[in-house]
């Protein structure tokens, strides 16, 4: 079993960045595949980016693409999302999920986190 747990959410005027963090204990003598989620009030969680296990391929969703980067620290068993350049459109909860094998956009990961809050003023 893995748990995930994220932090870095807040309040942060249009233009401005965050960094957010997910943190990996539990089953981690391996590292798994790893990828954000959002989800904004009424709507349904989408894809925002992914990363492989050794942090070599990253995937991410057009809208974020040039302002969003997913990196990982596998000693530290921490996955990050910088934001930056922020849209309120950004505002959503922001999920992270690891997965044994599967690294895409779609929600097959097996074990996700509760999620961070982000909301952009304009």
């Known amino acids: 079993q893995v748990q995930l747990v994220e932090s870095g959410g807040g309040l942060v005027q249009a233009g401005g960045s965050l960094r957010l963090s997910c943190a990996a204990s539990g089953r981690t003598s391996s590292t798994y595949p790893m990828a954000w989620f959002r989800q904004a009030p009424g709507k349904e969680r989408e894809f925002v980016a992914a990363?492989?296990?050794?942090?070599?391929?990253?995937n991410y969703e057009d809208s974020v693409k040039g302002r969003f980067t997913i990196s990982r620290d596998n000693a530290k068993n921490t996955v990050y999302l910088q934001m930056s350049s922020l849209k309120p459109e950004d505002t959503a909860v922001y999920f992270c999920?690891?997965?044994?094998?599967?690294?895409?956009?779609?929600?097959?990961?097996?074990?996700w986190g509760q999620g961070t809050q982000v909301t952009v003023s304009s």
């Open positions: 999920a690891a997965d044994l094998l599967y690294w895409g956009p779609d929600q097959k990961y097996n074990y």
């Open positions: 990363i492989t296990r050794s942090g070599g391929r990253t």
